[in-house]
């Protein structure tokens, strides 16, 4: 079964700083590979989305993802964080299992930007 | 705008109570999702349709039951609610195949409460 770790649970950056949140990802086959996240008081809404070909994608409001095939990760990065993007961002990872599309999402980082 | 919604966005009920929460959407997307989210967790899948095919994950407890109607509306059923199951229920829906097919869209959730 497939499983996703993000390994920062609260991160507190000041405006301007670069982001980088990790997400690894368990599962051997093909998968695709998402970013989600939730501003406060709000639902949960794609903010980019890997599925095949340029390994670099690129989500609303400035934020990038890398897919490393050979590490399974597929981390989160802004170049340079504003107090709106405070937000939980969840990583999420889509693959076969039992023979339908499955995905599983990781458990959450918690992202506070100070004035 | 097309959406997904939930009712309530907050339910109190009594242990051992039947509940139902609402589920509906306006994108026309064969597959409706219910997921379990706790403090601090990832949301976790507990079943989902795909059109009338309903998909029980293994370790969802029977205690959870759900029923889709017809395309726009699915509903959970928890028949004895435990204190083990206050949480926040998202209701998510995807497309089946085709371009961003499962890419999957939130409702706001609703808060379950057992008293």
């Known amino acids: 079964a497939q499983s996703v770790s993000q390994h920062n649970h609260h991160v507190i950056l000041s405006e301007a700083a670069s982001l980088e949140l990790g997400c690894n990802y368990s599962y051997g086959g093909t998968v695709n590979l998402f970013w989600y996240v939730q501003y406060p008081g709000q639902h949960l809404q794609l903010l980019l989305k890997y599925f095949s070909g340029d390994p670099l994608v690129k989500g609303i409001k400035g934020f990038e993802a890398e897919f490393i095939k050979s590490k399974f990760s597929f981390n989160l990065r802004k170049p340079s964080v504003q107090w709106s993007d405070t937000a939980e961002y969840f990583c999420a990872v889509n693959a076969n299992s039992g023979g339908y599309q499955k995905v599983t999402f990781g458990t959450g980082t918690k992202l506070q930007v100070i004035p | 705008d097309a959406m997904v919604i939930q009712n309530p966005r907050y339910q109190v009920t009594q242990f051992g109570k039947p509940v139902t929460l609402s589920c509906s959407q306006t994108l026309n997307h064969n597959v409706m999702y219910w997921y379990q989210q706790k403090s601090s967790q990832a949301p976790k899948l507990l079943f989902h349709?795909?059109?009338?095919?309903?998909?029980n994950e293994a370790d969802t407890p029977d205690n959870f039951q759900s029923r889709r109607p017809n395309t726009s509306f699915c509903f959970l059923d928890i028949r004895s609610p435990g204190l083990g199951d206050a949480a926040m229920y998202l209701c998510a829906t995807s497309r089946a195949a085709g371009p961003s097919a499962d890419t999957q869209y939130f409702g706001p959730g609703t808060r379950l409460t057992v008293l």
């Open positions: 349709y795909y059109d009338k095919d309903f998909n």
